[in-house]
């Protein structure tokens, strides 16, 4: 098959179209020309058109003679001034890749997979937990809301479109299991080490902090900056009883299971999945573990409210599609510890 994967210079992406090339399919992408991964997916055998999901003229270039789908492609920010980009790729974008390929599905049929986040529910403030398919889209970032607009769009070229079938994959924090040691990665950063923690904090939007209130990233703020130090500590953040706050994190590879799994199941076309964890992990198992692999120190912090605090159910993804997650939290440190060494 011909396939379009969207985002296969990034995390997700190139571990998708690696597996998708393992399985015999031809997987063409649309880099921006500055893109620093796309030597590297290029020398993978993806084909790379130069361009941009914010120009439809491109999308549809890109997307002419194609047999599936894979919308990968997302920018992540919980920064207010990145607001418009966001909005240029995750909606703009969502759309021209929508509108090219309801026109390519005139020829003959397409079969899509869309990437969503859990951001899409309201973490935190979620109704009930574990989170399932059917919570309300209630999302306090910008950045989930414009996760929404891309599954509602979705559900409407499902509908309108006859030879196009589409499916929804929401996913939990992802990560590759080089990324959860390094202190200043996109999102483990943030999650565990202090320095990073604070960085984002002070960047990012006051919800997306954890915070209700201004007063209340302030408390939180002035709890951690103490902490600071250079040589990059671990956080254990604990409540105000003592116990410690929990993570939700998918090894990148588990979601690209689910990915195909949603894929090749004829069940799975018109439906939405979470794939997340079975439960989450106590971080204070997870924390000190990771100090000792690492040879860090960790240090810890009574913070008021649990930043960000989700927990998905796959309970849905287990049962219909067989999704089942190889790789814990403690699996991806060992393994990136062994390939550091």
């Not at 250079?230 to 993570?247: I, Y």
Request: hydrophobic residues 40%; aromatic residues 8%; charged residues 20%.
């Amino acid at each position: 098959m011909n396939i379009f994967v969207s985002g296969a210079t990034g995390r997700v992406g190139g571990v998708l179209s690696a597996a998708l090339k393992e399985r015999g399919h031809n997987v063409r992408t649309i880099a921006v020309p500055n893109d620093p991964n796309k030597a590297a997916a290029e020398a993978a055998g993806v084909v790379c058109h130069t361009g941009s999901l914010a120009d439809y003229d491109d999308v549809a270039k890109a997307l002419e003679g194609v047999d599936a789908i894979f919308h990968m492609a997302a920018v992540i920010s919980f920064q207010p001034t990145a607001r418009d980009l966001l909005w240029d790729v995750n909606v703009a974008g969502t759309y021209n890749v929508l509108r090219a390929a309801a026109v390519e599905s005139q020829k003959r049929h397409i079969r899509m997979v869309f990437a969503s986040s859990d951001q899409v529910y309201p973490t935190r403030f979620a109704r009930y937990r574990p989170t399932d398919e059917n919570h309300p889209k209630e999302p306090y970032t910008f950045y989930g809301m414009t996760k929404v607009l891309g599954e509602d769009m979705v559900k409407f070229y499902h509908r309108s479109e006859k030879k196009l079938d589409i499916s929804t994959a929401v996913f939990s924090h992802t990560e590759a299991a080089r990324e959860l040691i390094d202190p200043n990665g996109e999102y483990a950063g943030p999650a565990f080490y202090v320095n990073s923690r604070v960085r984002s904090l002070k960047a990012s939007s006051t919800h997306h902090a954890g915070a209700t209130s201004n007063s209340e990233l302030t408390q939180i703020l002035s709890i951690l900056e103490p902490l600071v130090s250079p040589d990059e500590p671990l956080l254990l953040p604990v409540d105000a009883n003592g116990l410690a706050h929990t993570q939700e994190l998918v090894d990148v590879r588990d979601i690209v299971q689910g990915l195909l799994l949603i894929f090749d199941k004829p069940e799975a076309i018109g439906e939405t999945f979470n794939l997340a964890p079975v439960s989450p992990v106590s971080l204070g198992q997870f924390i000190p573990y990771l100090a000792e692999k690492t040879g860090r120190r960790f240090v810890e912090a009574k913070i008021p409210v649990e930043l960000g605090k989700t927990h998905g159910s796959s309970v849905k993804a287990r049962s219909i599609l067989g999704f089942a997650p190889q790789y814990s939290m403690f699996d991806m440190v060992d393994e990136a510890v062994a390939a550091a060494s």
